[in-house]
């Protein structure tokens, strides 16, 4: 099938969808999946950030034929500026080159919009992703609409798009927990572009000194390794936690590891969570079998001598389509006392 087959049926695919955008206030979604709409282009994507096209190749860049047959297409749609950035080299980090005019518009802060909501985004920087997830539209619209009066904890909140949705929500207090300062910055400009910069903090940390201590744990430490600074905080538990690690990272505190140890991240998290209060799990690795995972968070919770209430699977919004219904980005959340 050739390429502009492929994505005029991804299009088509996404007819409903698109139109539950306009009512939502959403101008950042992705048009094609190439795992699921890409037949053989499965390590092409493609989506809007505002009023920018952003094309990502992550196995092997476009043939120049099917860069200038994917451009037309998005063209034909809106006039946009179209941005592709190559990631198929090491670490995925951007590595072709752009126009000047292209590089401009990559480089320059955007303003997208999603539930109605403001959120900075920038298409090419230090880091490698463009500031919002868009898989994770459906767990700030959980979170969005859960909030209200609420108190809220975001872990590896990276540009707080969950703590930013919460706020918006209503929320009474909500607590941004990252390492990276580059990422918090965001944050504090989404806040500030949605006003809610009076019911948003920001604490800049490693998640598990953090974590440990607002579970009143003893923070974690290795055998004769000097510690490096971490912020002080006071224990406190929150009406819902949102709980979205990286799939594997490593620290002077722990490891996280989400095939082989989610525990050492969901115990303290779940210690934070009040009684008849919510944990949000999340887990992207897609060999982590959804079942098995969630029998384990229930097993943690219940050695900690808690229950589960009540638990509400979160499924991903349907430009991010799956093979089978089993998404490798999983979200629960468990009610708890």
């Known amino acids: 099938m050739s390429i502009h087959a492929l994505l005029t049926q991804a299009f088509l695919n996404r007819k409903a969808f698109l139109q539950q955008c306009q009512q939502e206030q959403t101008d950042c979604y992705r048009i094609f999946h190439g795992v699921v709409d890409g037949d053989d282009m499965s390590g092409l994507n493609i989506d809007?950030?505002?009023?920018?096209?952003?094309?990502?190749?992550?196995?092997?860049?476009?043939?120049?034929?099917?860069?200038?047959?994917?451009?037309?297409?998005?063209?034909?749609?809106?006039?946009?500026?179209?941005?592709?950035?190559?990631?198929?080299?090491?670490?995925?980090?951007?590595?072709?080159?752009?126009?000047?005019?292209?590089?401009?518009?990559?480089?320059?802060?955007?303003?997208?919009?999603?539930?109605?909501?403001?959120?900075?985004?920038?298409?090419?920087?230090?880091?490698?992703?463009?500031?919002?997830?868009?898989?994770?539209?459906?767990?700030?619209?959980?979170?969005?609409?859960?909030?209200?009066?609420?108190?809220?904890?975001?872990?590896?909140?990276?540009?707080?798009?969950?703590?930013?949705?919460?706020?918006?929500?209503?929320?009474?207090?909500?607590?941004?927990?990252d390492f990276s300062s580059f990422a918090l910055a965001a944050g504090h400009t989404n806040a500030a572009l949605n006003g809610v910069e009076n019911n948003s903090h920001f604490v800049q940390s490693d998640a598990f000194p953090a974590l440990s201590q607002l579970a009143g744990l003893k923070v974690p430490s290795r055998r004769g390794r000097t510690l490096p600074y971490y912020p002080k905080l006071k224990a406190q538990q929150f009406d819902l936690v949102f709980l979205d690690p990286p799939r594997y990272a490593k620290s002077a505190f722990g490891n996280v590891n989400l095939e082989n140890d989610y525990q050492s991240l969901f115990k303290p998290a779940m210690l934070a969570t009040k009684d008849q209060g919510t944990i949000v799990a999340c887990n992207n690795v897609a060999k982590v079998e959804r079942d098995l995972w969630f029998k384990s968070l229930v097993r943690c919770v219940e050695k900690q001598g808690r229950v589960v209430l009540e638990s509400h699977w979160i499924d991903i919004d349907t430009d991010f389509p799956s093979f089978d219904g089993n998404h490798p980005l999983k979200m629960v959340a468990l009610k708890i006392k």
């Not at 950030?49 to 037309?72: H, K, N, S």
């Not at 303003?111 to 463009?130: A, C, F, M, N, W």
Request: charged share 20%; glycine share 6%.
């Open 48 to 177: 809007r950030y505002g009023e920018t096209w952003l094309i990502q190749t992550f196995q092997q860049p476009l043939l120049a034929a099917d860069l200038a047959a994917v451009t037309d297409f998005l063209l034909a749609i809106d006039d946009y500026p179209v941005i592709y950035n190559d990631r198929s080299s090491n670490n995925s980090r951007v590595m072709n080159e752009l126009t000047e005019a292209a590089e401009q518009q990559a480089q320059a802060s955007l303003i997208v919009h999603e539930l109605g909501i403001q959120y900075t985004s920038k298409l090419r920087h230090d880091g490698q992703d463009p500031l919002l997830f868009l898989d994770m539209r459906a767990g700030r619209r959980y979170v969005k609409e859960k909030s209200a009066g609420k108190t809220v904890l975001n872990l590896f909140s990276y540009t707080c798009g969950i703590g930013i949705a919460a706020a918006v929500g209503g929320a009474s207090q909500v607590m941004n927990i």
